[in-house]
Nanobody, 120 residues
Framework: QVQLVESGGGLVQPGGSLRLSCAAS????????MGWYRQAPGNQREVVAN???????NYADSVKGRFTISRDNAENTTDLQMNSLKPEDTAVYYC??????????????WGQGTQVTVSS
């Protein structure tokens, strides 16, 4: 069974920074993509950033230039460095792992979510 465990959420003032981390554990043979999604109250879950195993990253337009995603392929971990945070970044952030190969084949997995609140 694959599990994704997130950490690093919290309360920060506008303009501040937070770093989210996610670790995938279990009998993982390979892992194609890791990324972050977020969901604010009343909104649909949206992609924030993702990174594939060759290091290519993609970002939502709303976070380009402020957020940076990184990944450690050997450890199956991903971090999201969030700078210049705005109140509209407030949401529950979910870690996602896509194309995870295990004995059961290829599947996607989600973390439990971590709250990020940007407020003065």
């Amino acid at each position: 069974q694959v599990q994704l465990v997130e950490s690093g959420g919290g309360l920060v003032q506008p303009g501040g920074s937070l770093r989210l981390s996610c670790a995938a554990s279990g009998r993982i043979f390979s892992l194609w993509s890791m990324g972050w999604y977020r969901q604010a109250p009343g909104n649909q879950r949206e992609v924030v950033a993702n990174i594939v195993n060759n290091g290519r990253a993609n970002y939502a337009d709303s976070v380009k230039g402020r957020f940076t995603i990184s990944r450690d392929n050997a450890e199956n971990t991903t971090d999201l460095q969030m700078n210049s945070l705005k109140p509209e970044d407030t949401a529950v952030y979910y870690c996602h792992a896509g194309g995870v190969q295990t004995y059961d084949g290829f599947n996607d997995y989600w973390g439990q979510g971590t709250q990020v609140t940007v407020s003065s």
